[in-house]
């Protein structure tokens, strides 16, 4: 089970976190990632940490703002998201693949939490 966390209402240009708990050790053996929702869109990845090589990946359009990383025990997963802007607004769902690389798709996902709104006004 993935329980996320640390959605809400932001200004653009703040900094955000959410994060990710995950039951029965789930991030041992499996890579975590990040997906979003934008209103109105399909889900889209945004990061991702392999649960082999422990090397993150990113999006392009987040790639230099976001971070993810997770907890020395490895069950919980953050994202910090830096500089916000409103095309951010979404709801970001954690996810667990048995994918080998941080980058993910929607089919290869075994697990997903029910994810966090983020709202960013301008």
């Known amino acids: 089970q993935l329980t996320e966390s640390g959605g809400g209402l932001v200004q653009a240009g703040d900094s955000q976190t959410v994060s990710c708990v995950a039951s029965?050790?789930?991030?041992?053996?499996?890579?975590a990632h990040w997906f979003r929702e934008k209103p109105g869109m399909a889900r889209e990845f945004v990061a991702g940490l392999s649960w082999i090589y422990d090397s993150p990946e990113y999006s392009d359009d987040v790639k230099g703002r976001f971070v993810i990383y997770r907890s020395s025990d490895k069950n919980t997963l953050y994202l910090q998201m830096n500089d916000l802007k409103v095309d951010d607004t979404a709801v970001y769902f954690c996810a667990a693949s048995a994918l080998h690389s941080g980058s993910a798709f929607d089919a290869a996902v075994s697990f997903w939490g029910r994810g966090t709104q983020v709202v960013v006004s301008s």
């Open positions: 029965e050790n789930t991030f041992q053996s499996y890579s």
